[in-house]
């Protein structure tokens, strides 16, 4: 089986130029590819796994990838999937953000000579003559197959922004230069990316006449169409200090049973048989498949030492009901507290259990929160600070739990 066989049967293809071409040259190792990662945040999140997986299975068949840091592409921002503007970033943030991103993407990508480059298109994006841009490039435009693009649905409906509009021709020209300067000759992004890459391709053909070609991931979603990748309002992250290893591993293990070996299939290096063995499990091999989802996915992001110990935590939280030292701890300050105390409230979204107060008081009055074991029913519920000194383990529905200590 051929690398585009195995991305077929892992369900990871979903749409592509030219399905012939894009198998004999992946199959081969004769693609030079690139996904681009715009740097908005100062991690990489659970949302952008699968093209970072995308990636390695790539390079493990031969081919060459090209990580596009969007050093330029962020101070525009892509309206793709957006119902509001995104907040614009200083030159500073975006630097910062990308030598984030470089660090993390190393941990899955082999960079060097000859094999994966890193290359931020602030290097071209930023020294363009908007006038002489568009005299290069503008004409190969169609303002009415813009606006019809998907990327752009979402937006129109509150009021597309020119700044946001420029997006399609800024992430093409990212495409063109790569092709002329990189020998760059596929493109691989999000579902909801194609219409950009499209343009990207067509402006290769129009301005230089040659073929490159394009192909879109399958957008990680759950059984009920809904992004996976969010925990409690809040997203996934890639970086332990935003999102620590046993909540990482927590979130996989808590995948629906209907979404666990889409998961395990799409997002772990696991052998295709194996999986498939896997498809007739049910019950509690259903919790086990979940285990290794989270084992697989944790193992890959934090290493093994980190896997190892968050499901460790996760066994003796949840089989033998104990708790663990590697339950992730939040250390509360004295200036933190209020006439010496600190409610329950406040302390559910100083942990991230809660993503706001009032989805804390909604918890709370559903029956869902509990402290040190007992259930909590009083959203005015207070924990002095000898109790806090003592260490407080609050826990969220039935699976998760997050210790506060007064340092």
């Known amino acids: 089986m051929g690398i585009y066989e195995e991305l ?7 749409q592509v130029t030219n399905e012939d071409e894009i198998r004999d040259m992946i199959n081969n190792g004769k693609a030079t590819f690139y996904i681009g990662f715009d740097c908005t945040a100062d991690s990489l999140t659970a949302g952008h796994f699968m093209a970072l997986t995308l990636m390695k299975r790539l390079q493990l068949a031969g081919n060459k990838p090209i990580a596009l840091i969007g050093g330029g ?51 071209w994006l930023l020294k363009l003559n908007y006038v002489e841009l568009l005299r290069e490039v503008g004409a190969c435009f169609s303002v009415n197959n813009m606006l019809r693009a998907k990327c752009y649905e979402q937006r129109m409906e509150r009021g597309l922004s020119f700044l946001e509009f420029n997006y399609m021709i800024m992430q093409s020209y990212d495409f063109y230069y790569l092709f002329q300067h990189y020998g760059c000759n596929m493109q691989f ?6 219409s950009n890459m499209l343009g990207g391709t067509e402006l290769i053909r129009r301005k230089l006449g040659q073929d490159a070609h394009a192909m879109t991931i399958t957008l990680l ?32 293990r808590n995948v629906g049973d209907a979404d666990v070996l889409k998961c395990i299939r799409m997002l772990t290096f696991l052998p295709l048989e194996k999986i498939d063995e896997m498809a007739s499990w049910e019950g509690s091999q259903l919790n086990r498949a979940k285990e290794i989802l989270a084992y697989e996915l ?66 709370i009055q559903q029956g869902g929160v509990a402290a040190n074991d007992e259930k909590i029913t009083d959203i005015s519920k207070s924990f002095t600070a000898d109790e806090l000194r003592n260490g407080v383990i609050l826990k969220r529905g039935k699976k998760s739990f997050h210790k506060v200590i007064l340092k």
């Not at 999937?81 to 899955?108: P, S, V, W, Y």
């Not at 046993?246 to 996989?252: A, P, R």
Request: aromatic residues 6%; proline residues 2%; negative net charge.
């Open 8 to 14: 077929v049967a892992r369900g990871l293809i979903a």
């Open 73 to 123: 592409t962020t101070m525009i921002g892509d309206p793709s999937g957006r119902t509001d503007m995104r907040r614009m970033l200083t030159m500073e943030d975006i630097n910062h953000n990308a030598e984030c991103f470089k660090r993390q993407m190393e941990r899955f990508i082999d960079f060097g000579e000859g094999k994966a480059q890193m290359i931020n298109n602030a290097d």
């Open 189 to 194: 992004g999000g579902d909801d990316q194609w």
């Open 221 to 252: 979603t759950d059984s009920q169409g809904n992004k996976m990748g969010k925990t409690a309002g809040n997203a996934v992250w890639l970086d332990a200090n935003k999102t620590s290893p046993f909540d990482f591993y927590q979130y996989w």
């Open 298 to 363: 944790t193992a890959m992001v934090h290493g093994e030492e980190e896997a190892k110990k968050a499901e460790a935590s996760a066994k003796a939280l949840f089989v033998s009901g104990g708790s663990d030292a590697n339950m992730p701890t939040t250390e509360l300050s004295e200036s933190e507290l209020t006439d010496g105390a600190a409610d329950i409230m406040t302390l559910l979204v100083r942990t991230g259990l809660c993503p706001s107060k009032s989805d804390a008081r909604r918890n």
